[in-house]
């Protein structure tokens, strides 16, 4: 006995509205109808517990298969099925006003993909793909008939009677002309790769091969056959929904291997297992960090009972944690939803707070535990903990006791422990301590030498966040500076208030201003004649700390520092008065003699700066051999 219908709606006709509002995301079909299909399995699995399934549960495994020549593609369940009057209101009345629903909510939204999951199409996500629907179910209830329901896109359904001995559902999808790329086995296998993975009950699609041991052959040498197997495309317990006793740690580096099969073995990991005041799983590795940032986003997979949602889990996961690698399963956080609403979701907030807790936990254990392991891998974590203290005040308050600076020596301290080790020889005289550091170590060898023959600690600060890390602790410690060892000439690095006197007089040194003045002809050079001590170089290249910073600011993106990326650099060219080689250029007879020595003096500080190349470079080549030669 057929019967008709028509799916009561306001919009005319929905079905081009879902095909065209995920018109990029066509392969979600597939996801929907295979998570339905295990719905219906978990179902029927949670009444056989409950004694309220007659018959034996037997094989509850979901069957997707495809027909090339008829252009068809089908979802099979043994789970719990459905009768006709079930049909009329799961699939006529609630599946679709959940499909009304959620277009009607979302068509205007400019971007589709801001919409997280996209679960609620559900059902309905099949006409994406299809030009009809064959949907052919049988309940688990005894003394019930078998039901077809048919709907061609339209608003139109049929509903009549079927052939179907076993319980569960068949969903055959009639390929539109224009969705025929479905139909091919290695794009559908790699849909169910993708989405469906880890599901909770197994999914078949087609068979394969296997190689299997066969015995010995006569020489006694292994043999082997080859046997045709179902192709079992998920993990139905994969290693996040164990107890972290249970589990080895060979057992989450090959879950890592699985997940990144091209990266390299992480450092370590965290293992998420919380089911109140809100339900979270999952696995977090710390990688080996690069320095590129953008490379490392994006690895870290969102899932919602086992099924695959997305890698884009920026509002789920602290913006410094999404340097981590992994798995993230939680039913809580909302899925159709754009990301504006997933920022101020109480849930997402509370998941964001607890996972940054657990990392925070996580280095404090092993900084305590094994420091020198911990120290081992800082060049690798430093990246996460410094993002992390810039990022949030929840994390910096904790990360403040195992976050730690290393010196060019390669020795590291605490925060705390730093502090004690340079107060005594690094305090100007004004009570502040000078933090000195290096932003690379092999180019400003000359001034880290010359900071080193004061006995002063210079830290290397040469990461991708470096120059906003030293901003920030300058920010957060007590009466501290940082400067870099090449911001100003070692005697004024850090100001002790020491004077040491000049063995030229006024008037020499207004001539040697005037002789580099004219021998280095460069308006960005500041020039001064200071006294010195004769140890040291007898001229100096420096940019000062602020204005560096500045411009740091600004090839950064730095906001209000934009403009500063346009000015000229300045710096300041300091002249040893009491070098050697200054009293030789004031006693040279010759003013060309004179300019001769100056300009080599300032060509060897633009070396030391990396500043001298061309023909500045070949000539400072030319002029060393020919003073050499004297």
């Known amino acids: 006995?057929?019967?008709?219908?028509?799916?009561?709606?306001?919009?005319?006709?929905?079905?081009?509205?879902?095909?065209?509002?995920?018109?990029?995301?066509?392969?979600?079909?597939?996801?929907?109808?295979?998570?339905?299909?295990?719905?219906?399995?978990?179902?029927?699995?949670?009444?056989?517990?409950?004694?309220?399934?007659?018959?034996?549960?037997?094989?509850?495994?979901?069957?997707?298969?495809?027909?090339?020549?008829?252009?068809?593609?089908?979802?099979?369940?043994?789970?719990?099925?459905?009768?006709?009057?079930?049909?009329?209101?799961?699939?006529?009345?609630?599946?679709?006003?959940?499909?009304?629903?959620?277009?009607?909510?979302?068509?205007?939204?400019?971007?589709?993909?801001?919409?997280?999951?996209?679960?609620?199409?559900?059902?309905?996500?099949?006409?994406?793909?299809?030009?009809?629907?064959?949907?052919?179910?049988?309940?688990?209830?005894?003394?019930?008939?078998?039901?077809?329901?048919?709907?061609?896109?339209?608003?139109?359904?049929?509903?009549?009677?079927?052939?179907?001995?076993?319980?569960?559902?068949?969903?055959?999808?009639?390929?539109?002309?224009?969705?025929?790329?479905?139909?091919?086995?290695?794009?559908?296998k790699s849909i169910l790769e993708k989405y469906c993975k880890f599901l909770p009950v197994p999914v078949k699609f087609g068979t394969e091969e296997k190689r299997e041991d066969d015995g010995k052959d006569d020489e006694g040498k292994p043999k082997y056959k080859t046997v045709t197997q179902d192709r079992i495309i998920n993990d139905t317990e994969p290693l996040w929904t164990k107890a972290p006793a249970d589990l080895k740690d060979e057992d989450y580096l090959k879950f890592y291997r699985d997940l990144y099969p091209m990266s390299e073995d992480p450092l370590f990991w965290i293992h998420l297992n919380v089911d109140y005041p809100f339900n979270l799983t999952g696995i977090l590795y710390f990688p080996k960090a690069k320095n590129d940032f953008e490379v490392q986003k994006n690895k870290i997979q969102l899932y919602s009972r086992q099924v695959f949602i997305t890698d884009?889990?920026?509002?789920?996961?602290?913006?410094?944690?999404?340097?981590?690698?992994?798995?993230?399963?939680?039913?809580?956080?909302?899925?159709?939803?754009?990301?504006?609403?997933?920022?101020?979701?109480?849930?997402?907030?509370?998941?964001?707070?607890?996972?940054?807790?657990?990392?925070a936990d996580k280095l404090t254990e092993l900084f305590k535990n094994d420091r020198k392991a911990y120290e081992s891998k800082w060049d690798d974590i430093g990246i996460f903990v410094k993002y992390g203290m810039l990022s949030e005040d929840k994390f910096y308050e904790k990360a403040k006791d195992f976050a730690l600076l290393k010196n060019t020596e390669g020795a590291f301290a605490t925060l705390d422990e730093y502090k004690e080790k340079v107060k005594a020889n690094q305090e100007d005289k004004d009570g502040n301590l000078i933090y000195l550091y290096t932003s690379d170590a092999a180019k400003q060898d000359t001034y880290i030498q010359a900071a080193k023959g004061k006995s002063y600690d210079i830290l290397l600060m040469d990461g991708v966040i470096d120059s906003h890390f030293v901003n920030f602790l300058e920010q957060k410690l007590d009466k501290t500076q940082l400067r870099r060892v090449d911001a100003e000439t070692v005697d004024k690095l850090i100001d002790k208030d020491e004077k040491i006197e000049s063995v030229l007089s006024k008037d020499e040194e207004e001539k040697v201003k005037a002789i580099f003045e004219k021998a280095v002809n460069n308006k960005s050079m500041n020039i001064s004649v200071e006294s010195q001590s004769p140890d040291e170089m007898p001229v100096t290249i420096t940019m000062s700390e602020f204005m560096r910073r500045m411009k740091d600011m600004a090839k950064m993106g730095g906001g209000g520092y934009a403009m500063m990326g346009n000015m000229p650099d300045q710096f300041n060219l300091?002249?040893?008065?009491?070098h050697a080689i200054i009293g030789k250029i004031l006693r040279a007879k010759k003013e060309e003699k004179k300019e001769q020595l100056a300009k080599q003096a300032y060509d060897l500080a633009m070396l030391s700066q990396n500043m001298l190349s061309g023909a500045d470079l070949t000539n400072f080549i030319k002029r060393s051999i020919e003073l050499a030669g004297e």
């Not at 300091?574 to 009491?578: F, K, Q, R």
Request: proline share 2%.
């Open 1 to 188: 006995m057929a019967e008709k219908g028509t799916i009561s709606i306001h919009t005319e006709n929905i079905f081009p509205i879902i095909k065209k509002f995920l018109y990029s995301d066509h392969e979600i079909f597939l996801r929907e109808l295979v998570s339905n299909a295990v719905d219906a399995t978990q179902k029927l699995k949670r009444l056989s517990s409950l004694g309220e399934l007659k018959e034996d549960i037997g094989d509850t495994t979901v069957e997707v298969s495809f027909d090339k020549e008829k252009k068809t593609i089908t979802v099979s369940d043994r789970g719990i099925g459905m009768t006709s009057d079930e049909i009329k209101k799961y699939i006529n009345q609630i599946a679709f006003s959940g499909a009304t629903e959620f277009v009607e909510k979302f068509k205007d939204k400019g971007d589709a993909k801001d919409i997280i999951g996209k679960f609620g199409l559900g059902f309905y996500s099949a006409f994406m793909v299809a030009k009809k629907v064959e949907l052919i179910s049988k309940s688990y209830q005894e003394g019930t008939e078998a039901a077809k329901w048919t709907c061609d896109g339209s608003t139109e359904f049929e509903i009549s009677e079927a052939e179907k001995s076993d319980r569960g559902t068949d969903v055959i999808l009639h390929i539109a002309d224009d969705s025929e790329e479905f139909l091919d086995e290695w794009r559908l």
């Open 574 to 578: 300091t002249v040893n008065g009491n």
């Open 312 to 359: 884009e889990v920026k509002d789920v996961v602290p913006e410094f944690l999404m340097l981590l690698h992994g798995v993230i399963d939680s039913p809580d956080i909302p899925l159709n939803v754009s990301r504006s609403y997933l920022q101020s979701d109480s849930s997402v907030k509370k998941i964001n707070n607890h996972i940054t807790k657990k990392v």
